[in-house]
């Protein structure tokens, strides 16, 4: 069964006339007709019935029933086909925000100024959600900041994101360190989203019993306002902390007792091979910008 002939096989029925799906498809009655006949001997039962002097014809019960295979049939084969046509230089990738502004932005914009073909699908997650994107083969590459025993997913451990206090607030520190003791856990803008154990660790040791954040917010971006009451502050990775520097003018500093360096892991699929030519040039790309 080939796809032309499913499409003869649809046009007649859209058209009810062989003459009519001739001119519409610009081939000739006597190809329509040996195609359609060639169709039913294959299937082995009629799809219209044949009646003299009858212009317009009718599907048969076994044709009705077919038509909606027919159009899936059809589906199929035009999604086959524009599978085909992107694939080679299509990239899809899902990464947290802080690991794209971190490591994966430099690398974007020098493949797609090398790569004029290269067509681009990038998806700001938390990690969570990256996993199950990559569980369900909807991303190429995935970043996430943990690891995760899901089923067929290789993560590898790529760097370490270290941590820095962003606020308004002059808290003078020396040299800009300065002691978690000075920090209102109640006026914490905190970054939600992951699974952050070493903040959490960190949290605990330094503000145990004390009041907890007001606000959880999953985008660096988002914070810029909110920060701006006295006191407020957030705890961001340290690449973060430097781009709402550059953008807000929001001051930057160190901690005296950091909470311990996040890993970022590399996703990738386990049973998908390096198939396209997008994924085999970006793993070149990550395998040079990775430390």
């Known amino acids: 069964m080939q796809n032309k002939d499913i499409e003869i096989f649809l046009e007649i029925v859209q058209s009810r006339n062989i003459t009519k799906a001739a001119e519409h498809l610009f081939l000739s009655q006597s190809v329509i007709s040996t195609r359609l006949k060639k169709l039913e001997e294959e299937l082995g039962y009629e799809l219209f019935t044949r009646s003299k002097g009858v212009r317009e014809m009718e599907l048969t019960r076994q044709g009705r029933e077919f038509v909606s295979i027919a159009v899936r049939w059809k589906n199929l084969f035009e999604e086959a086909d524009l599978l085909r046509e992107r694939s080679q230089y299509l990239l899809r990738l899902a990464a947290p925000e802080s690991v794209y502004y971190d490591f994966l932005e430099p690398i974007i914009v020098t493949m797609m100024q090398q790569v004029p073909e290269l067509k681009l699908s990038l998806q700001i997650n938390d990690s969570s959600g990256i996993y199950d994107m990559m569980e369900n083969n909807l991303i190429d590459f995935g970043f996430a900041s943990y690891e995760s025993s899901r089923p067929n997913i290789i993560h590898r451990h790529i760097y370490d994101q270290a941590f820095c206090i962003a606020s308004y607030t002059d808290f003078a520190g020396d ?59 957030a705890l961001l990775s340290t690449v973060s902390g430097e781009r709402m520097a550059e953008l807000y003018g929001i001051k930057i500093y160190t901690l005296s007792d950091p909470p311990e360096k996040r890993k970022i892991y590399l996703l990738r699929h386990e049973g998908l091979a390096m198939q396209t030519e997008a994924a085999s040039l970006f793993s070149g790309m990550l395998t040079r910008s990775i430390p």
């Open 175 to 233: 040299g800009g360190i300065i002691s978690p003791l000075i920090l209102d856990p109640g006026k914490e803008v905190q970054l939600s989203g992951g699974n952050f154990s070493s903040l959490a660790l960190w949290r605990e040791k330094w503000f145990s019993g004390r009041s907890s954040c007001r606000i959880e917010i999953n985008s660096p971006h988002m914070m810029a306002n909110l920060l701006k009451e006295e006191g407020s502050w």
